[in-house]
């Protein structure tokens, strides 16, 4: 397999520029002012994986945005690699906040990247890495070095939760079936500190509304006599943690796992700096669930968080006004064992029973999805780990991230597979912020590795 690196050598303008062509159409699925685009990216993808080599690729239309699937058979013997990922990317607001336009991509080196960095909406989540295994799978095809069958499903709806994957996947077992599944939308501890992600938290998403009066009130008519429903809000989503910022809802940690003495140790010797992290991110303290150490409250404990809220009046100037209404968007983070239907039934009931008399409370659910934790002694996490040994030089340590992608634990359900979590991306490349990026090393090194997953996992599957 030497001959992956003097390709990549070779090669790398033509997978930069072929990834800053994919990277200029704004695959926005959240936003249907983009509909033409996003359409357009999955016939794109489509393209790039009939050129990379596989036997057929075919657009699957849902209600939704298209699933492109594409597959390589070469033996029935072999073992098959299923690759997912996604084509979709997150709306790029606040706009103002980038210094160059989110797709209009252009090449910067940071501190973190010195060779460069591809910056662009979907850079590193996840047109970078998706696209890492589509030119890991030319390189492949072309050298005659395809060990086993490969299977690509590249969906357009990861960012809105994957309604439709979930229907096609259900619908589709055995076109889908698999050995293990491969995917690239995670990140690494440090270019230097190669890592792969062996969990994945689960998350619920609600939406609340709070009513008070039935108009808009002028603030020194009627303030102080009715409830004002953005002090109310605030006042509800305050009670949501206590002084040690738990988490209230009754029931809210009933099933979550506790991790051993020993787990957490072990958790503990991943190499982390406390001073640069709150100097990355300009604060002078951390903030978070008392007895859990930064690196636990972003994984292995479960979280609530406020992601926007507003009413009243914002525009220029004062307006003194009482709003009618008040909105929030809340997520919550979840980790195995809590499933996400309950926990969206227990804030409703918990949200709804804390609101005082004089206003009325709508709790919406959006999406959620389940936790996922891999084990480290399957085919596919060995195979994983000797292919960063390989391309690193180093093992790679094990880390539960803190990000969700739900449709992982639906995989396991419906396709009865593993998944392995090989994500290249930096926890400051910036991923759904203004000045997303990818960096060009990291880009390439997930090229190099992918072809050796496939080589260890076939060779340790016989
Ligand atoms: N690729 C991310 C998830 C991720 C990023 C996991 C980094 C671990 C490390 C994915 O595209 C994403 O953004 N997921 C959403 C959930 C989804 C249902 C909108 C998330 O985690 O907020
Ligand atoms: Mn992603
Ligand atoms: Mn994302």
Redesign the pocket.
């Known amino acids: 397999m030497d001959t992956i690196s003097s390709y990549i050598s070779e090669h790398k303008d033509r997978f930069l520029q072929e990834l800053i062509d994919l990277l200029k159409v704004p695959s926005i699925s959240a936003d249907s002012a983009y509909k033409e685009d996003t359409f357009k990216t999955a016939e794109i993808v489509k393209e790039r994986l009939m050129e990379a080599g596989c036997d057929t690729v075919e657009i699957c239309e849902t209600k939704g945005y298209p699933i492109v699937y594409g597959e390589k058979i070469i033996d029935k013997n072999l073992p098959t690699i299923l690759v997912y990922g ?1 084509y979709d990317v997150q709306p790029p607001d606040p706009l103002d906040l980038w210094h160059s336009p989110p797709f209009d991509p252009v090449i910067k080196s940071t501190d973190l990247h010195p060779d460069g960095a591809i910056f662009a909406r979907g850079a590193c ?2 047109k970078g890495q998706m696209y890492m295994h589509v030119k890991a799978l030319e390189f492949m095809t072309s050298k005659d070095k395809l060990p086993c069958n490969v299977k690509f499903m590249i969906e357009g709806e ?4 994957s309604a439709n994957l979930a229907t096609y996947v259900a619908a589709n077992r055995e076109k889908l079936e698999n050995d293990v599944i491969l995917i690239s ?3 690494m501890i440090a270019n230097d500190v190669p890592s792969i ?1 062996t969990g ?1 938290r689960g ?1 619920s998403y609600v939406e609340v509304e709070v009513t008070g009066p039935n108009r808009d009130l002028h603030s020194g008519l009627y303030g102080g006599a009715v409830a004002n429903p953005i002090n109310v809000l605030t006042k509800m989503i305050a009670l949501l943690h206590d002084e040690n910022n738990h988490i209230t809802i009754p029931g809210f940690y009933d099933k979550v796992e506790n991790l051993s003495e020993v787990e957490r140790a072990e958790m503990a010797k991943a190499p982390f700096s406390l001073e640069h992290y709150k100097k990355a991110l300009d604060i002078d303290a951390v903030y978070g669930e008392e007895g859990y150490t930064t690196n636990e409250r972003n994984s292995i404990r479960p979280t609530l968080d406020v992601n926007g809220i507003w009413g009243g009046y914002t525009g220029e100037g004062a307006k003194t006004v009482i709003a009618s209404k008040a909105y929030a968007k809340i997520s919550m983070r979840l980790v195995p064992h809590q499933d996400w239907k309950d926990i969206t039934q227990l804030f409703k009931t918990h949200f709804e029973h804390i609101a005082p008399a004089g206003v009325k409370v709508k709790v919406t659910p959006h ?1 959620g ?1 389940q936790g996922y934790v891999t084990p480290i002694d399957s085919i596919g996490y060995r195979a994983a780990s000797k292919a960063y040994e390989k391309t690193f030089g180093k093992t790679p340590i094990p880390q539960r ?1 803190g ?4 449709i992982v634990s639906l995989f396991e359900e419906e396709l009865n597979s593993k998944t392995i979590l090989m ?1 290249f ?1 930096l926890d400051s490349d910036a ?2 912020s203004p000045n997303e990026h990818f960096g060009i090393w990291n880009y390439l090194k997930g090229i190099e590795t992918i072809p050796y997953f496939y080589k260890y996992f076939t060779e340790l599957h016989q």
Not at 158 to 161: A, D, Q, Y
Not at 403 to 406: D, L
């Open positions: 996604h989540d996840d990861e960012e809105v939760g939308d995670t990140g992600t994945l998350l999406h999805g991230s990000g969700s992608i739900p994500g991306g991923i759904h």
